[in-house]
Nanobody, 126 residues
Framework: QVQLVESGGGLVQPGGSLRLSCAASGRTFSNYAMGWFRQAPGKERECVATIRWSGYSSWYADSVKGRFTISRDNAKNTVYLQMKSLKPDDTAVYYC???????????????????WGQGTQVTVSS
């Protein structure tokens, strides 16, 4: 049974930073690409960042490029999302997810991921 457990969300002022963590178990973590998604109220879930199974390449949505950094520690079975210069528009529930198939580069579509974390709320407000 695959489990993904996120942590690190919270309330932060505009311009602030947060680091989200996602601990994985139940699958050979180092063989799978990971993604971070977010969903704001009334909006569809969107992909914000993905990282290749090897960690050697990553992708970012235009809305977060230059502000968010995805990374992974395969020894700890954990993927991170470092967020800085946060804006009110970044307010959402953030989810990590693991790709269905091994050795992927990190798809942007939700259908390519088969397990999801429970989500962690990020609120950017003064």
């Amino acid at each position: 049974q695959v489990q993904l457990v996120e942590s690190g969300g919270g309330l932060v002022q505009p311009g602030g930073s947060l680091r989200l963590s996602c601990a994985a178990s139940g699958r050979t973590f180092s063989n799978y690409a990971m993604g971070w998604f977010r969903q704001a109220p009334g909006k569809e879930r969107e992909c914000v960042a993905t990282i290749r199974w090897s960690g050697y390449s990553s992708w970012y949505a235009d809305s977060v490029k230059g502000r968010f950094t995805i990374s992974r520690d395969n020894a700890k079975n954990t993927v991170y999302l470092q967020m800085k210069s946060l804006k009110p528009d970044d307010t959402a529930v953030y989810y990590c997810a693991i790709e269905k198939r091994p050795y992927g580069s990190g798809s942007h579509g939700t259908s390519e991921y088969d397990y999801w974390g429970q989500g962690t709320q990020v609120t950017v407000s003064s």
